[in-house]
T-cell receptor, first 120, second 112 residues
């Protein structure tokens, strides 16, 4: 398996521009997570999906951020308009959870390589 | 408010020694606690999971303890090697939520 795939790996844009980050989760995984990592705030959960449905978006900083998961193999995180304070590394992660007691490995998250975003 | 604290931002040890990293939490009822490793420019990679009813878990040179009374987990790397140098993150999965919350991480440097 190729693991979680994210694109682009690096993005440099100017303030006010729209930014779209993409993620392909591991095949068969039914949960997808978007995180943001900065030196100041660490790794923060933005939103997560279960079976393509957004479950918890309480971490999305403001209305400029939106996320979609049109199918089980693709998700986007969009920032419009972007601001310099959005500069961070954005990670996508996926996992597969089963009912009942979890066995080690089933609750773990598999992270992509991240997208390093710089907003000038 | 909920908080996860990893008490050392950075830890420097000599090769061969045991590294001990600490994770403390407040106002959580974790179903699980996990430890991840993150290398520069990469995403976190899962290492170990320990459940609320487990006291200790081992995997090769790694050992994790979980004390729900103290609200603390300790992560040990025995016989440390320079290749163990990385940032180590603890993460909680709260019983009320199907999502992980991460600590800020401890950067471990193992000197040869």
């Amino acid at each position: 398996d190729a693991g979680v795939i994210q694109s682009p790996r690096h993005e440099v844009t100017e303030m006010g521009q729209e930014v779209t980050l993409r993620c392909k989760p591991i095949s068969g995984h039914d949960y997808l997570f978007w995180y943001r990592q900065t030196m100041m705030r660490g790794l923060e959960l933005l939103i997560y999906f279960n079976n393509n449905v957004p479950i918890d978006d309480s971490g999305m900083p403001e209305d400029r951020f939106s996320a979609k998961m049109p199918n089980a193999s693709f998700s986007t995180l969009k920032i419009q308009p972007s601001e310099p304070r959005d500069s961070a590394v954005y990670f996508c992660a996926s996992t597969r959870l089963k009912r009942g007691l979890a066995v080690e490995g089933q609750e773990t998250q598999y992270f992509g390589p991240g997208t390093r975003l710089l907003v000038l | 408010s909920q908080k996860i604290e990893q008490n050392s931002e950075a830890l420097n040890i000599q090769e061969g020694k045991t590294a001990t990293l600490t994770c403390n939490y407040t106002n959580y009822s974790p179903a699980y606690l996990q430890w991840y490793r993150q290398d520069p420019g990469r995403g976190p990679v899962f290492l170990l999971l320990i459940r609320e009813n487990e006291k200790e878990k081992r995997k090769e040179r790694l050992k994790v303890t979980f004390d729900t009374t103290l609200k603390q987990s300790l992560f040990h790397i025995t016989a440390s090697q320079p290749a163990d140098s990385a940032t180590y993150l603890c993460a909680l999965m709260d019983t009320g939520r199907r999502a992980l919350t991460f600590g800020s991480g401890t950067r471990l440097q193992v000197q040869p």
